[in-house]
C-alpha cells in the first residue's frame, strides 16, 4: 500500500530540531567559521579545526550540520572535502561584512538562549527570568540588564546595529518624508537607522536621542560613518526633555513598554508635536486576529514587560495622543513602519 506522507509529522519534527540548529547556527558564529571562511577562501577539515582553535572531531561535526543547513557548502577537491561559505554567509554571517547579522546573533546566543532556557519558569510566572538566568534582578531592562556591564553593552549595541543595518533602508524609504526637515529616531542607539534616513532623505537631518551610556559608544559604531546631518543627544525618554523636530522615529521602542509606561513617553512627544508633525513607527506588525507573524510571537515570550501590537492596536494608542495613522507599509523585511500624522484638529492638553 501507497505510505501516506501526511502520516508523517513534518512541521512538528523539524520544530523538535528547530533549537539544535539555532544553536549550530550560533556556535559557529561565536567560533567565527564565517569569517575563516570569508572572501570565497576554501579550507579543509583541519584547516579550519586549527584556525578556530578546535578539536578536528567537533568542527567536522558541526561543519557537516552547518552544510546540511545550507550556511556552508562542501566541494571535493583531490581526495579531499574543502569547506566555504554560501553567498548568503559571505553576505549576512561574516562579522565585518555591512549587512553582517553577526552582533545579533551573539546577543541570541549570550542573552536569549539562556532567557529561553527558563521559558516553562517564565510562563508559569508571567515575568521576565532575567534574575534565574543572570543572577541578577532588572526592573528596567536596559538599564539593569544591557548597560550594566560594558561588554555587555557593546554585544546589545552590537545587536541592534547589524538589525538596523539590514533593515534601515527598508523603513528610511517606505515613506515620502520630503516635507519633513528635522528628525528625532527616539532610541537611536547606534545611529545605523539614522544615517538610513538622512541617505534616503537629501533635505533632512537627524538627531538621535538615547540614553548617556549608549550615546557615550557612538564612536565605536561611526568610524566609517561621516555625515555631519547625523547628531547626538543624550537623555532619558521618560525623564527628560526630548530635541525638537517634525518627525519623530520610534523603531523598535514601542513593544519593550505597556501602555501604561508608555504614556509618560507619548505625552511629551503629544505635547511637542505641532498639528502635521510626523510620527513614524517601525515595528514587526501582527496581524488582526494576533496569529503571525510567529517572530513577533515568539519575541514576546521573552516576558519584558512590554507587548507586541498590530497596526490597529498602534493606531488605537496613538490616537489617544492625537496621532493620526497615515500610512502603513510591510515592508518584507525584519520591520514594518507605519507613518502618524499629529491632527490638526487636536486640541487636546495633556
Ligand atoms: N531604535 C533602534 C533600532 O531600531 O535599531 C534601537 C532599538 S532598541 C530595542 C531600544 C533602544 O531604546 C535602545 O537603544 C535603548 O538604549 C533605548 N532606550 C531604552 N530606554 C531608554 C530611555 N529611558 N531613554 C532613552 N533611550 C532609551
Not at 190 to 219: C, H, W
Request: include cysteine; glycine fraction near 6%; aromatic fraction near 8%.
Amino acid at each position: 500500500p501507497k505510505c501516506n506522507r501526511q502520516d508523517v509529522p513534518h512541521s512538528i519534527i523539524s520544530l523538535l530540531d528547530g533549537f539544535k540548529a539555532s544553536k549550530t547556527l550560533f556556535t559557529a558564529s561565536k567560533l567565527k567559521v564565517f569569517d575563516v571562511l570569508s572572501s570565497s577562501k576554501s579550507l579543509t577539515l583541519e584547516e579550519v579545526a586549527g584556525q578556530i582553535s578546535a578539536s578536528v572531531l567537533g568542527t567536522e561535526r558541526l561543519l557537516e550540520a552547518a552544510v546540511s543547513l545550507g550556511l556552508l557548502e562542501s566541494v571535493k577537491q583531490q581526495n579531499t572535502s574543502v569547506y566555504r561559505n554560501t553567498e548568503q554567509a559571505n553576505r549576512f554571517l561574516v562579522s565585518d561584512s555591512p549587512e553582517s547579522l553577526h552582533g545579533y546573533i551573539l546577543h541570541c546566543n549570550d542573552m536569549v538562549w539562556p532567557l529561553f532556557s527558563h521559558l516553562e519558569n517564565a510562563v508559569r510566572e508571567g515575568t521576565s527570568q532575567h534574575e534565574r538566568a543572570f543572577g541578577k534582578k532588572s526592573e528596567d531592562v536596559f538599564q539593569d540588564a544591557y548597560y550594566s556591564k560594558d561588554e555587555v553593552k557593546i554585544r546589545f549595541m552590537n545587536a541592534m546595529h547589524s538589525i538596523a543595518r539590514v533593515t534601515g533602508k527598508d523603513v528610511a524609504t517606505a515613506f515620502d518624508l520630503s516635507s519633513y526637515k528635522t528628525a528625532c529616531d527616539i532610541g537611536g542607539c547606534t545611529g545605523a537607522m539614522a544615517y538610513e534616513f538622512t541617505k534616503a532623505n537629501p533635505g533632512l537631518s537627524v538627531i538621535v536621542f538615547d540614553l548617556p551610556q549608549v550615546i557615550e559608544m557612538r564612536r565605536h559604531f561611526q568610524s566609517k560613518e561621516n555625515d555631519d546631518r547625523v547628531s547626538f543627544v543624550a537623555g532619558d525618554f521618560f525623564k527628560d526633555d526630548l530635541p525638537k523636530a517634525d518627525l519623530y522615529i520610534l523603531a523598535r521602542i514601542l513593544h519593550d513598554w505597556s501602555d501604561e509606561k508608555l504614556h509618560v513617553l507619548l505625552g511629551k512627544l503629544s505635547k511637542m508635536c505641532t498639528p502635521g508633525c510626523g510620527l513614524l513607527v517601525s515595528e514587526i506588525f501582527l496581524d488582526e486576529e494576533r496569529k503571525r507573524p510567529s517572530r513577533a510571537l515568539l519575541q514576546a515570550l521573552s516576558m519584558t514587560e512590554g507587548k507586541q501590537r498590530s497596526t490597529s492596536e498602534y493606531s488605537d494608542l496613538l490616537e489617544k495622543y492625537g496621532f493620526v495613522p497615515k500610512h502603513i507599509r510591510h515592508t518584507d523585511n525584519l520591520l514594518d513602519a507605519m507613518l502618524f500624522v499629529k491632527d490638526p484638529t487636536d486640541k487636546r492638553t495633556l
